[in-house]
Structure formats: C-alpha cells, structure tokens
C-alpha cells in the first residue's frame, strides 16, 4: 500500500459523463471514450482507497471470488499486467461486469461501513480497457486437445465463460446462438449506450481464436433438434438463459401499443447497429410509459430518449429508496438505495408507488393511457390508496417487469425436469437428470445478475471437464445452491 490512509483522505470520485445534450443524439457509451478510458486520469488515486484489509469482505460480496484488494494494489503500483493477470483469474469477462454489474462488491467493502466504499468497478473496468487497448488481452490457445466435445446452447453470460473454459482446457466446444451473432442479450438486449457492441466483438474474436466454434442462425429446439445435439455430443451446456418475460392480466391489455420491454430493445438495438430491424417500434413523437423500475426499464428510457419521444413517464410500485442504507440492511448486504442510471438523468419522469389499474384505449383499439393509483407497498403486498386514481396519456406503453424463466421448445427435447418454477432442475454439480446434460446461468437460477451468470458459467465448466476428463484443474466459484449476501440474486 502506497498510502494507508488514503481511504480517508482521498474522496470517491468517477469519471464524468458526457454532457447529456451531445449524448441523446446518439447511441456510444455514455462515458467519453468508453468508461475505461475515461476513468485513467484519476484511477490510480481511486485504487490507493483499497483498504487491504484483513478480511476482505468485498470478496463475499462478488460471486466470482475477485481478487480486488490485489489488483487494486497493483494499479496503484502501475503495475498493469500484473493487475490484468489477477482480474482474468477469477474472471472471463471484466469488461462486461465493470459495465453492467450494479457492483454488490462495493457494498460489501469495509470501506463502505462509515464512508463511500472503494470504486471497485471503475478500477476493474479500467484495468481490462487498458489491456485490451494496450493489445495485451491475446488468445490463449490450449496445450493439447482431449477429443471429447461440448455443445453450449446460447451464448449469453453464462454460456460464453462455460465455452472458454472448456476450450482452454482443450475439448472442442460449440456455441450455439439462434440469433445472427453472439452474445445472448449482451448482443441486443443491452443498448448501444450502455455497452458497445464492439466490447462484446473483441472477446468474441479472441475466443474464436481460441478455437471456440460458435454456430449462429441456429435455433436448437427449431434449426436443430435437442436430441440431435445429445447425440452429436459428449456434453451439453444449457445456458439459455430466462428469456420469457414476466406480462401482466389487467383489462385493456390488448390494446394496440403495449409491449413488452424486450419485443421493443431488440429491432432498437439492431437499428442503432444499422442492421435490419424487423419489427421496429419507433416512440417518436409519442407518450411513452414505462411500467417498471428496474435496469430494463432504464433500458428503455435511454432508447425512447434517443428515438424522440414526447414525454416519458416510468412506473414503479415501489417507495422509493432512500440514500442511505436502512437498518434492517446491515453492512456487508447490498442495500435498497436509490441508484441514478445514466438514463434517468437525461431526462423523463420516475413516479414512484404507482400500481397500474387498466389501459385505456380509444375507438380504434389503441392504448391511449393508463389509469393508476397510488399505492401503499408493505411485505410484498400493495393496497391501494382510494382517491388517487388518474389516467396518464400514453401512445405507448413498454412492460420491464422481469422475466420468469427459460424458454420450453429445447427443455422438452433435451427431456430435462423442471423445478416448480419452470426453471432447470439440477443438482450440485450443475448436472440434469439427463446424462450428460448440464445447465447454468439464469436457465437454472432465475433472473439474476451478470456475475452470476459468468461465475456458475466457470463452475459448470469445472464440473463438465471433470466428467470428460476423469478430473479438472478449472475453479468452482459457487455452487447452485448459493445465495447472495442480502439476496442479490
């Protein structure tokens, strides 16, 4: 540690944002540069924060065992290479977790217990933009092939660091992807000014190089037959994530105008990527309300924002958080504060404590506004409010209420059993009743967070190439039946 009092001396900082005004007129990250590059001229004082504390408890609060007090060391020592080597130890994909993780690490920092924890985040996500713009990010081709094979059906989080894993320890693996390129959700789910896709082209190429096969336009379940690809292969990952969205049962559902939040992103995305966006809702000129949130529901307002909405307005039942941390959410647990999303300070409302009623139409059968009323959110459970419902005009309206788990079509052909929730049912080494099947990420967990899709990802790995191998060398960071501190799923 260069300054052991840093953490007191040196206030939190991040890097600033571009101007909202250049930002809305088109879809780059929002950060100037990429968050990384933004981030290099005052990383070095913000790594120097880290405590080194005894018990690193950072460590609880990150599924993938990040060793952060060693690379937030290293930083400060400008000791780059030695910090990429120790983030790539525990973790695939840094660059997409320091863009997309909403950091329970951070709340789980010692630091955190009386002042502004240390900016784990913004160290890791400089640390793997350096490498890779430092072109020390490069293949690592596995010493000897095994023979044996491994088809990974979908190429989200989890799917990708399953497929790198095994191919670094030598069997050949292939990624299957319905879609025309990888990435699951990280390809067209997340917006353009969240995460370029060019982050996500940079690691696929260097996995390519690798020697992973990914096999687009191939919808398993549909292109090709669940039980064509258990014979063609020694093991099969499902890692397809819980795509199918949570919808609601209120009157007037029906309506032209009313979608779900994911039948909106995706032709949005594509038309920022300027590719073919069959499909595309364009909420120019329009009223849109967002029912939800949550990062979706952010999601959503950034891209009504860039497309030229006339107003927006963004429902959610519940109070809203506080900025501090609630007594009955103790340190080290990720608490329910209230977080600003690069979106929300472009511009829309948030109306808190709303709970939708009906939609409203009119004589041609489209959505024209909801009506909602307040409501009083205690154990789960809302009770209206009487008196305060009122009808807010919508020409659109975009449902980011989560999802509920994985799609059927390829469960049913693989024969695999389900749990109560219609998720994967697997048992401690990610393995399904069928033979030779296994499944990760939110497929068998339920929607969570990006770490924990990759963490489950390399620990479905492990216990794959163990079956294939008679033994394995790869880490097992968590096992299925592991929760989060505070339930950070």
């Known amino acids: 540690m260069g300054d052991p009092k ?21 879809w780059h990250e929002v950060y100037p540069g990429g968050p990384g590059r933004a981030l290099l001229p ?25 060793l952060i007090p060693e690379w937030n060391d290293l930083v400060m020592r400008d000791d780059w290479d030695g910090a990429l080597d120790r983030l790539h130890a525990t973790n695939n994909f840094p660059e997409f977790t320091g863009r997309l993780c909403p950091a329970p690490c951070e709340s789980a920092c010692v630091v955190a217990i009386s002042r502004d924890p240390v900016t784990i985040k913004n160290v890791e996500v400089a640390i793997i933009d350096k490498g890779f713009a430092d072109r020390r990010v490069v293949p690592q081709q596995p010493n000897w092939h095994t023979g044996r094979t491994v088809a990974v059906i979908g190429s989200g989080p989890a799917g990708l660091a399953a497929a ?12 299957f992807e319905r879609d025309n390129a990888p990435g699951g959700l990280l390809r067209y789910g997340i917006p353009e000014f969240k995460m370029e896709k060019s982050v996500l082209d940079r690691r696929i190429r260097q996995m390519k190089d690798e020697g992973t096969n990914f096999r687009c336009n191939v919808e398993v ?9 258990r014979e063609r292969y020694d093991a099969v990952i499902v890692a397809t994530g819980a795509t199918v969205a949570r919808d609601v049962d209120l009157p007037g559902r029906e309506l032209t105008g009313i979608h779900l939040a994911m039948d909106y992103l995706v032709p949005a995305n594509r038309a920022a990527l300027g590719a073919d966006a069959p499909g595309l809702i364009d909420a120019r000129g329009k009223n849109v309300i967002i029912i939800g949130g949550g990062d979706t529901g952010a999601d959503c307002l950034g891209t009504a924002i860039r497309q030229g909405a006339a107003s927006i307005t963004q429902l959610d039942h519940n109070l809203r958080p506080g900025t501090e941390r609630r007594e009955d959410e103790p340190w080290p647990m990720h608490p329910r504060i209230f977080r600003v999303a690069s979106a929300n300070e472009e511009g829309g409302e948030q109306v808190h404590r709303a709970s939708t009623v009906e939609f409203v139409g009119d004589e041609s059968g489209r959505v024209s506004g909801l009506t909602v009323i307040d409501v009083v959110r205690e154990n789960r459970v809302n009770t209206p409010v009487p008196g305060t419902e009122r009808v807010i005009p919508a020409d659109l309206v975009l449902l980011a209420l989560g999802y509920t788990g994985p799609e059927t079509a390829v469960l049913d052909q693989l024969g695999v059993s389900r749990t109560a929730r219609g998720l994967v049912e697997r048992d401690s080494t990610y393995a399904t009743d069928v033979p030779g099947v296994f499944a990760c990420g939110d497929a068998g967990r339920g929607q969570s967070l990006i770490v924990w899709a990759i963490a489950e990802g390399r620990a479905c790995a492990a216990e794959v190439d163990e079956l294939l191998s008679g033994s394995t060398k790869l880490p097992k960071p968590v096992r299925p039946s592991d929760v989060a501190i505070g339930a950070v799923l």
């Open 42 to 66: 005052i990383i070095h004082q913000q790594a120097s924060r880290c405590m080194d504390c005894g018990i690193a408890f950072c460590h609880t609060g990150c599924p993938l065992g990040n």
């Open 221 to 229: 379940g549909s292109t090709i037959s669940g039980t064509q690809v």
């Open 164 to 175: 790198q894993q095994l191919t670094r320890a030598g069997h050949t693996v292939a990624v």
């Open 6 to 26: 840093a953490f007191m001396t040196t206030p939190a900082a991040h890097a600033d944002r571009r101007p909202v005004a250049e930002r809305v007129n088109d």
